[in-house]
């Protein structure tokens, strides 16, 4: 045995980087077709699609660790004892990033912008809605303020014929999963009273200014987009083509026939918008 | 006289004087290493030819072997291999993504030996697996990520003056059903342990 061990030790050390290889096996979706694409001709210059991932539903098993989970939560580390639903499609098991790429069609240079929203299995995020919300009772441009962006990077120009390649990654979704849920499930009751402007969440991040997330407990399980929607806003003639990179370390996704899919139904979120006096 | 007759008819035969050292080197018997159990550990670089060739960059690989030498002349073999790559579509957002392919396959050898030197050539069939279903996105693969592979080729081995260990280079082609008829091309250098 003795004579073998070097060889033993080589071969482990031969397998040990494909074994870190087969760590690294994300699911890509491309985004739909066609592909967005303005002419900059349009009245309002945005357009949008999305791509709808599909899960798995949980087992039985597996459903009965999530009640267990939002149990042991509920009792020991919550010190108010609020209900803290588990969600099966977490932050924590699935990892979303978006890739995408800018062309300018036109023969003059433009401005563009791409931003992403999308939808939990709680909750949906339209910037459109928020910007109706926003806009009631004045005739100001809209604001759209987009649940994940790569300000200030982008808005940015683009010359004819000219492409820019991009990425949201891991940590923007984490960012804007983590906005949505506090948005959603971790308002204080009466908004118009303590709450900060919703906005603040959605543009601050909590690691920089916590600010609106005071109500968040600490051990909550944030759910991550089960919807991503993507959106061009561009001045002149320009495409984007976007694809989304999912890490599934659970075996979430569905990709077996035989599993019965997972259908949230997500409620879409409303900014409570305090009346001007 | 009768004496001296005697004596030369028993002694022993005079034998022929050593001129010069023995050979220091000794090539062992290839008896000795051409039968039995052997490992190969290599490393080298992969190249896609056909559709998969327009998706996927040429990459790092590293892979290892385990045979049986049944006789001196033929061995069967197991043939792990895995390689890393970049994916290439253009300006398109599917494009420089890291993707891996693991390779299986069970392969018999055909060995020609010159003493030290030895030619051999090899073919087998097997699976090949993608870590990640980009290809499909791509429109070359199908929708799932492990096929069919199928191929062989050939190369060299030098044999050490230990008994246990040779290196060599090997260049095979594998045609790889599912990734639309493509083809890799393995290209690797390996050392060589028999048991």
Known sequence: MATYRPLLALAFAAAAPALACSNNTPIYFNGPTPLLELTGQEMIPRITNGVQLKFREPTDDEKKALTDQAAALKAADDPMHRDIKVPWVSRDKVHLEVIFTVTNLDTEAGMFDVTVDGASENAKFDEDVVAMALQQGNNDAPTYLPLISLHPQLPASLGPGETYQGIFREDDFAEGEADLDALDRWQPADPMMDAPPFPAVLINRKDVDPVGTEAVPAQVVTPALVEVDVTLTASKHMQCEWLVRVRDDDDRLWHDKADAHFNPKPKLYQPMIAATP | ?195
């Open chain 2, 1 to 195: 006289m009768a004496a001296l007759l005697i004596a030369i008819a028993v002694a022993p035969a005079a034998r022929a004087q050593v001129t010069k050292e023995p050979e220091a080197a000794i090539f062992p018997d290839p008896k000795k290493f051409a039968r039995g159990l052997y490992t190969e550990g290599e490393v080298g670089a992969v190249a896609f030819l056909g559709p998969a060739g327009d998706a996927v960059s040429p990459g790092f690989a590293i892979g290892t072997r385990v045979g049986y030498d049944l006789f001196s002349f033929f061995a069967l073999q197991l043939h792990g291999l895995g390689s890393t790559h970049l994916t290439k579509a253009g300006t398109r957002p599917q494009g420089d993504q890291l993707i891996q392919t693991y390779q299986g396959t069970l392969e018999g050898k055909l060995t020609l030996r010159f003493g030290q030197l030895s030619l051999f050539g090899e073919g087998g069939i097997g699976v090949v697996r993608l870590s990640t279903n980009l290809l499909y996105q791509l429109g070359v693969e199908q929708q799932y990520r492990t096929g069919l592979a199928a191929g062989g080729g050939g190369g060299i081995d030098y044999h050490s003056l230990s008994r246990h260990f040779s290196i060599g280079l090997r260049g095979e082609l594998y045609w790889l059903r599912d990734l639309s008829s493509s083809k890799d091309l393995v290209v690797t250098t390996y050392l060589r342990y028999t048991f």
